[in-house]
Every structure is written in structure tokens, then in C-alpha cells.
């Protein structure tokens, strides 16, 4: 038996930001219905808890709580259409929608909370990972770099390689992480789009991917490589042991058909 994935890179859920983004995307996985939804890290933005621009004045006004509810507001608005559809299943006895779906924690949500309490071991037991909400929400939540197996594809919010342990990246990032797993690897972080195949001696076809991002705003630590990300979704159809066939979503695209 295959299952259908549906991947979505990045998504940095700031304070102050529309949520259509994440309604569209409860409306989308209502109508492909995907078996996994995998969230590959970063959907909670944390600006509060950043080290890039601490001391300008960018940096003024933010607030940890503040952060913490955008991130439950875009679960919310995510969940909100696949609930409504499955309160009227019930009511009407007939099979809810229910995926199994996977949120990877990443370096701006899990990574910067963890920084925080472990530089100042006194906020242990105030700030938490728990606070985002995912499993409140049904997710099931994989820690940041711990790469998760789902029908012989591992995700992770990103790979690495080398004793010093960084991320895989790169003009060829998917094959690089084939090349270095030797079996199917999703992943995210770069924001870029990225995908590549190979077949091994064995007759084995894997897939390397990198998944983009999902959100429309910019990042003033990037200004001079946005121009390279791509922003969308994918669905990974007929998934077995690995193997799969790759669908792309842009933005525009998911806006088109919703």
C-alpha cells in the first residue's frame, strides 16, 4: 500500500501577520486529502528569541507571548476547515479526515527556545517548547534534527554532514543529501527548492528534496538571497519504501485552485 505526503517547507508564523496562508492550507489538504502532512520545522518564527538583531531598533516591541500565540493562531487557522468538515462527518455518521501529521521542530521555534534556557537555566520551567501548542493541536512533534522515517522517506528540518556538523546546502543541496544518506531525504531550512533523484546498484530509485518555504514576507537577514526561494508546498504521491512521484504547488498556484 502507498500513502500521499504532503510536505510544507518553512513557515515562520510572526505576531501581526494575516493567516490566510495556513486557512489555505487546511483547505488544501480537505481536498487532495493527503495520508501524512509533514511540517519540516520553523512554524513558529520566534522573532522575540532571535540573536540576529538584538539591541537595533527592529528589535523593539517584540514579546515572547506574542510570538507564542501567533504560532497557535496559525495551528488554529490550519485546523480550523479540516474540524468543521469533520464535525459535519460526524454529525452525519459518515469517515472524518484524519492524517497522520508530523511537525519537525526547527531552529527558530525548538533551537532558540532551548537557547534561551540553556543560557539562563532560571527560565526552565517558564519558557518550553510545549508552549507552541503542537501537540495540543494533534501534531506529532519530532525533535530538531532528528530525522523521521515515514514510508522510507526521512524528514528532518535539515541534514548534516562532516565532524563539524553542518547543514547540507548548496547549489545542489537534494542530491548532496541523497549522495550523503543513500536513501530518500526531505528537507528544509534553506528555503530554496531543490529536488534530485538516483537509482543505486541495487535498482532502488531515492529522492532528495528540499522543500522551499511557506510564507510571502521578507527577512531583513536575507535581503540579498530572497530572490532565490521558492514558496509553496509539495505532495508526494504513491509513497513506498522511498519511492515516490513529485508534485509542485506554488503559492500562486494553491491561491488558483482554492
Known sequence: ????????????????????????????????????????????????????????????????????????????????????????????????YKPTMTMLGGNHDEARINRVIESDPKMEGTISVDDLGYEDFGWEYQPFLMPKNIDGVLYN?????????RAIGGQNSAKSIINTNMVSSTAGHSHVFDYANRTTPEGKRIHGLVAGCYFEDTMDYAKSVEHLWWRGIQLCHNVKDGDYDLETFSMRRLRDIL
Open 1 to 96: 500500500m502507498s500513502n500521499t505526503h504532503m510536505v510544507i517547507g518553512d513557515q515562520h508564523a510572526k505576531p501581526k501577520e494575516s493567516l490566510e496562508r495556513f486557512s489555505i492550507l487546511g483547505e488544501f489538504a480537505l481536498k487532495y486529502r493527503p495520508d501524512e502532512i509533514i511540517a519540516m520545522g520553523d512554524w513558529a518564527d520566534m522573532p522575540s528569541l532571535s540573536s540576529y538583531d538584538v539591541g537595533k531598533k527592529s528589535f523593539e516591541g517584540r514579546r515572547y507571548n506574542d510570538d507564542i500565540e501567533a504560532c497557535r493562531d496559525a495551528l488554529a487557522a490550519f485546523s480550523a476547515p479540516i474540524y468543521a468538515y469533520n464535525r459535519n462527518q460526524s454529525r452525519n455518521r459518515k469517515v472524518q
Open 157 to 165: 528540518h535539515y541534514f548534516i554532514s562532516g565532524i563539524m556538523g
